[in-house]
């Protein structure tokens, strides 16, 4: 059974960092896409990030570019993300997504990150 | 603000047919494939429809997607109480180099 496990949210003071990871099983994670996916409380889906298999090309929502690092570690099945320069509209539940060909077949169960004072 | 619209919410009593919208344009509906997620309450979201219009296996023959052009559209028929949750329509927009979900409808069983 395939299965992804987000790990690393809290709360956190705007400006702060914090490193998310997801921890995956089930499947061959290096040949996969991934992606971060967030919602913030009450509100719509959005997607945040995306990494290929080896790593070597990332993209980027407009929101989170030049304060969030997406990588990988196919050695661990692990995936993480990087935030930096947090505010607090980065509030939001974090979901660790498989990407099987352009659409998100497997999910985590989400990470909840707050930023706050 | 997303680049693809929906409308905010649904509603039908059961067994009735209700359909959502899902607007673009060519950098996304129009040249790249829709996906339609299922969102439960309390739940991480699952997808329902793919490739525009094709349904995975396990998901019922109650739901089915269409698309033509820079719209797309999902419609629930012989709808159920369970089917109350948020429907969200996705895809690749090639203009800003990401994926884009549409706002979410949130339908309800009346």
């Known amino acids: 059974e395939e299965q992804l496990v987000e790990s690393g949210g809290g709360l956190v003071q705007p400006g702060g960092s914090l490193r998310l990871s997801c921890a995956v099983s089930?499947?061959?994670?290096?040949?996969?896409?991934m992606h971060w996916v967030r919602q913030g409380p009450g509100k719509g889906l959005v997607w945040v990030s995306r990494?290929?298999?080896?790593?070597?090309?990332?993209a980027y929502a407009d929101p989170v570019k030049g304060r969030f690092t997406i990588s990988r570690d196919n050695t661990r099945n692990t995936l993480f993300l990087q935030m930096n320069s947090l505010r607090a509209d980065d509030t939001a539940v974090y979901y660790c997504?498989?990407?099987?060909?352009?659409?998100?077949?497997?999910w985590g169960q989400g990470t909840l990150v707050t930023v706050s004072s | 603000q997303s680049v693809v619209t929906q409308p905010p919410s649904a509603s039908g009593t059961p067994g009735q047919r209700v359909t959502i919208s899902c607007s673009g344009s060519?950098?996304?509906?129009?040249?790249?494939?829709v996906v339609w997620y299922q969102q439960l309450p309390g739940t991480a979201p699952k997808f329902l429809i793919y490739?525009?219009?094709q349904r995975p296996s396990g998901v019922p023959d109650r739901f089915s997607g269409s698309k033509s052009g820079t719209s797309a559209s999902l419609a629930i028929s012989g709808l159920q109480s369970e089917d109350e949750a948020d429907y969200y329509c996705?895809?690749?927009?090639?203009?800003?180099?990401?994926?884009?979900f549409g706002p979410g409808t949130k339908v309800t069983v009346l």
């Open positions: 997504v498989k990407d099987l060909g352009g659409l998100f077949d497997n």
């Open positions: 089930g499947f061959t994670f290096s040949k996969y896409w």
């Open positions: 990494i290929n298999p080896d790593g070597r090309d990332t």
């Open positions: 060519s950098s996304n509906i129009g040249s790249n494939l």
């Open positions: 490739h525009d219009n």
């Open positions: 996705a895809t690749w927009d090639d203009s800003l180099n990401g994926y884009v």
